[in-house]
């Protein structure tokens, strides 16, 4: 199908009122109900590029609303995959659109490099179009927060700042305008927060503050107002006003909770958590800090700051009880969730802690290994170790999925290119699929060369789940790429794009210790491990191999097509090229998806 551009437009405003038809609340089973009408209603748009790119769009936001941020990544990647190359004029809005959430997706999955990489790509293409300049004040914010988690402190006050004028530009052309007054009403709250949390606290916060709420209490914004409260009941705390504080905090919990702002309502938990502290309320302070780590256990991706800050404020608590060994767990564990995050100023803080109890003990919290020291297979290794009393080596026999992961095109790229900026990338290409590999519960157990091997643990069975862990893994992983590729080539211009190859096998193999008294090191040895790199070096450089085992305990759930390879010892091998997750096919009843018309 072909369309003109004004017939485009005006597709895009008719998938744009379906979009708004529905109302984005329920469960999460209720929500995709809503997204399967919703594309039922857009379903002849997705003929053309263009508007598949924007439906796609839309879809994103279902899955973001219900926190399935890889999917929406995905949805993202194939809409700005239709439309990066076109030039025309009108698409510009919707890459603006797409960079600013893929921005949001990876910052929610703690990819914070990715996230300043494409919003980076959003101000400039918002700056160089003036009917763009609307999306720079969300674009700033959005910056600044992502500076702040990469501890770019004077970045995220410059980007505060920006924010701040551009919003306040919009809201004095028109005054009236309640959507540019509560966009700059939550500048000046970001504002406030950002000299905040940097260490900066004077009048200008609590004038800023003072403005935002005066905007939303004129517009009667409930939630502007609630969020504004909360962070000067922040800034009061830190300005040492515990009293109005405490009170604020306690009265702001229940508030939030019933607005559905579950993060806001944990935060202010926690604001009260630590008054109780610094008033010396240990026993409260303690009660209300566990509190706070059991609400946001079920929240997981979404709260990870605030229960690192808990974890912190009970080792603070029991430090100051004179109970030593508790305090430095505590601080340890605030430190591992910073690893896990990838926040700096938690890790650097939790160990500044830790060293006034025990200076050498405390650079076990700076060890890369920390994050993995609480896992079942790290347990497992901490208990096997070289003996010099037993002639017998140590081993364990168990089920497991390795996969192996190589790094094509590497030494090309660093010929053709600035040497130090591709190893820069590499990095963080590396650091990426480390973070990919911990959240799927996997073990990187070597680096080789431009590659490693991780394992995914089962037990004394064989487990589905696992399986699926280790190939969703490969499928991020790839994705990953994707966008490391786009940044080789925006950013330092690089021709030539990096690759992957994927090797997965299922099976028994053997955890145990190699070497003597000079040398010992743990590995996995096996079969399946064998096997999983072979697959690993015939594999192409878009798809994973994965051999028969792994197929069997995943058929259902991937898309995928067999190949018989010839293996060096092995001969003629059945092994099955994965092509992406299955989707489901039927989706349910529509006729129960909520289509209340917004105001």
Same mark, same amino acid.
């Not at 600013?100 to 494409?118: C, K, M, P, T």
């Not at 290994?369 to 003996?387: C, G, H, I, K, T």
């Not at 053709?416 to 591709?422: G, N, R």
């Not at 058929?555 to 489901?584: Q, W, Y």
């Given at each position: 199908?072909?369309?003109?551009?004004?017939?485009?437009?005006?597709?895009?405003?008719?998938?744009?009122?379906?979009?708004?038809?529905?109302?984005?609340?329920?469960?999460?089973?209720?929500?995709?109900?809503?997204?399967?009408?919703?594309?039922?209603?857009?379903?002849?748009?997705?003929?053309?590029?263009?508007?598949?790119?924007?439906?796609?769009?839309?879809?994103?936001?279902?899955?973001?609303?219900?926190?399935?941020?890889?999917r929406a990544e995905e949805l993202l990647d194939e809409a700005l995959d239709a439309i990066d190359g076109k030039k025309e004029q009108y698409l510009c809005r919707w890459k603006v659109k797409i960079y600013i959430s893929l921005g949001y997706v990876h910052r929610a999955q703690w990819n914070y490099q990715d996230a300043e990489f494409y919003l980076t790509g959003a101000l400039e293409l918002a700056k160089s179009l003036p009917e763009l300049h609307k999306f720079l004040g969300e674009i700033y914010s959005s910056l600044s927060q992502v500076s702040?988690?990469?501890?770019?402190?004077?970045?995220?006050?410059?980007?505060?700042?920006?924010?701040?004028?551009?919003?306040?530009?919009?809201?004095?052309?028109?005054?009236?305008?309640?959507?540019?007054?509560?966009?700059?009403?939550?500048?000046?709250?970001?504002?406030?927060?950002?000299?905040?949390?940097?260490?900066?606290?004077?009048?200008?916060?609590?004038?800023?503050?003072?403005?935002?709420?005066?905007?939303?209490?004129?517009?009667?914004?409930?939630?502007?107002?609630?969020?504004?409260?909360?962070?000067?009941?922040?800034?009061?705390?830190?300005?040492?006003?515990?009293?109005?504080?405490?009170?604020?905090?306690?009265?702001?919990?229940?508030?939030?909770?019933?607005?559905?702002?579950?993060?806001?309502?944990?935060?202010?938990?926690?604001?009260?958590?630590?008054?109780?502290?610094?008033?010396?309320?240990?026993?409260?302070?303690?009660?209300?800090?566990?509190?706070?780590?059991?609400?946001?256990?079920?929240?997981?991706?979404?709260?990870?700051?605030?229960?690192?800050?808990?974890?912190?404020?009970?080792?603070?608590?029991?430090?100051? #009880? @004179?109970?030593?060994?508790?305090?430095? !767990?505590?601080? &340890?564990?605030?430190?591992?969730?910073?690893?896990? +995050? /990838?926040?700096?100023?938690?890790?650097?803080?939790?160990?500044?802690?830790?060293?006034?109890?025990?200076?050498?003990?405390?650079?076990?919290?700076?060890?890369?290994?920390?994050?993995?020291?609480?896992?079942?297979?790290?347990?497992?290794?901490?208990?096997?170790?070289?003996?010099?009393?037993?002639?017998?080596?140590?081993?364990?026999?168990?089920?497991?999925?390795?996969?192996?992961?190589?790094?094509?095109?590497?030494?090309?790229?660093?010929?053709?290119?600035?040497?130090?900026?591709?190893?820069?990338?590499?990095?963080?290409?590396?650091?990426?699929?480390?973070?990919?590999?911990?959240?799927?519960?996997?073990?990187?157990?070597?680096?080789?060369?431009?590659?490693?091997?991780?394992?995914?643990?089962?037990?004394?069975?064989?487990?589905?789940?696992?399986? #699926? @862990?280790?190939?969703?893994?490969?499928? !991020?992983?790839? &994705?990953?790429?994707?966008?490391?590729?786009?940044? +080789? /080539?925006?950013?330092?211009?690089?021709?030539?794009?990096?690759?992957?190859?994927?090797?997965?096998?299922?099976?028994?193999?053997?955890?145990?210790?190699?070497?003597?008294?000079?040398?010992?090191?743990?590995?996995?040895?096996?079969?399946?491990?064998?096997?999983?790199?072979?697959?690993?070096?015939?594999?192409?450089?878009?798809?994973?191999?994965?051999?028969?085992?792994?197929?069997?305990?995943?058929?259902?759930?991937?898309?995928?097509?067999?190949?018989?390879?010839?293996?060096?010892?092995?001969?003629?091998?059945?092994?099955?090229?994965?092509?992406?997750?299955?989707?489901?096919?039927?989706?349910?009843?529509?006729?129960?998806?909520?289509?209340?018309?917004?105001?």
């Amino acid at each position: 199908m072909i369309l003109s551009v004004p017939q485009i437009q005006t597709k895009i405003k008719e998938i744009d009122a379906v979009f708004h038809s529905f109302q984005l609340e329920g469960s999460t089973r209720e929500i995709l109900e809503i997204l399967a009408c919703f594309e039922k209603k857009t379903v002849e748009s997705i003929e053309v590029m263009e508007l598949n790119a924007v439906v796609k769009w839309y879809k994103s936001l279902f899955f973001q609303k219900v926190f399935l941020f890889q999917r929406a990544e995905e949805l993202l990647d194939e809409a700005l995959d239709a439309i990066d190359g076109k030039k025309e004029q009108y698409l510009c809005r919707w890459k603006v659109k797409i960079y600013i959430s893929l921005g949001y997706v990876h910052r929610a999955q703690w990819n914070y490099q990715d996230a300043e990489f494409y919003l980076t790509g959003a101000l400039e293409l918002a700056k160089s179009l003036p009917e763009l300049h609307k999306f720079l004040g969300e674009i700033y914010s959005s910056l600044s927060q992502v500076s702040l988690l990469l501890s770019q402190h004077h970045q995220a006050s410059r980007y505060a700042i920006h924010e701040k004028k551009v919003c306040l530009e919009h809201y004095q052309s028109a005054p009236s305008e309640k959507n540019n007054a509560i966009i700059y009403a939550y500048a000046l709250i970001n504002y406030s927060r950002i000299r905040r949390l940097i260490g900066v606290l004077d009048h200008e916060n609590e004038e800023n503050l003072r403005e935002a709420a005066e905007i939303s209490s004129i517009f009667s914004n409930e939630k502007c107002s609630i969020i504004c409260a909360l962070e000067t009941a922040e800034f009061k705390f830190a300005a040492r006003q515990m009293g109005e504080a405490l009170d604020m905090a306690l009265s702001l919990e229940s508030s939030l909770k019933s607005q559905g702002l579950i993060k806001e309502a944990l935060q202010a938990g926690l604001l009260a958590a630590k008054v109780y502290g610094e008033i010396l309320d240990y026993e409260l302070a303690e009660v209300k800090f566990n509190e706070i780590i059991q609400q946001s256990q079920a929240q997981h991706l979404k709260v990870g700051e605030i229960a690192a800050d808990a974890y912190y404020g009970l080792g603070q608590i029991c430090y100051r #009880m @004179d109970q030593e060994q508790r305090a430095y !767990d505590f601080f &340890r564990q605030s430190a591992r969730m910073g690893m896990v +995050l /990838g926040i700096k100023d938690i890790i650097i803080r939790s160990f500044e802690a830790a060293r006034t109890i025990d200076k050498y003990k405390a650079r076990e919290l700076l060890s890369s290994s920390l994050a993995y020291q609480d896992a079942a297979f790290v347990r497992n290794r901490l208990s096997r170790s070289f003996s010099p009393f037993k002639s017998s080596r140590i081993r364990t026999r168990l089920f497991a999925t390795t996969l192996f992961v190589d790094i094509v095109g590497f030494s090309s790229l660093m010929k053709m290119s600035d040497e130090s900026l591709t190893i820069q990338m590499v990095d963080e290409f590396i650091d990426r699929m480390s973070l990919i590999i911990y959240q799927y519960n996997g073990y990187i157990d070597k680096f080789l060369g431009d590659g490693f091997m991780a394992i995914f643990e089962h037990g004394n069975h064989i487990s589905s789940k696992k399986v #699926m @862990d280790a190939i969703c893994s490969g499928i !991020d992983i790839y &994705r990953a790429l994707k966008h490391k590729n786009r940044k +080789l /080539g925006a950013v330092y211009g690089a021709d030539t794009k990096i690759n992957v190859r994927i090797g997965i096998s299922t099976g028994e193999i053997f955890a145990m210790i190699l070497g003597n008294y000079i040398k010992t090191e743990f590995t996995y040895l096996g079969n399946s491990v064998n096997l999983a790199s072979k697959l690993e070096s015939r594999a192409s450089n878009q798809y994973m191999l994965i051999d028969e085992e792994t197929w069997l305990q995943a058929k259902d759930r991937i898309v995928s097509e067999p190949e018989d390879i010839i293996i060096p010892g092995l001969g003629k091998t059945s092994v099955h090229k994965v092509l992406r997750l299955a989707r489901m096919n039927k989706r349910p009843d529509l006729s129960a998806a909520k289509t209340q018309k917004t105001q």
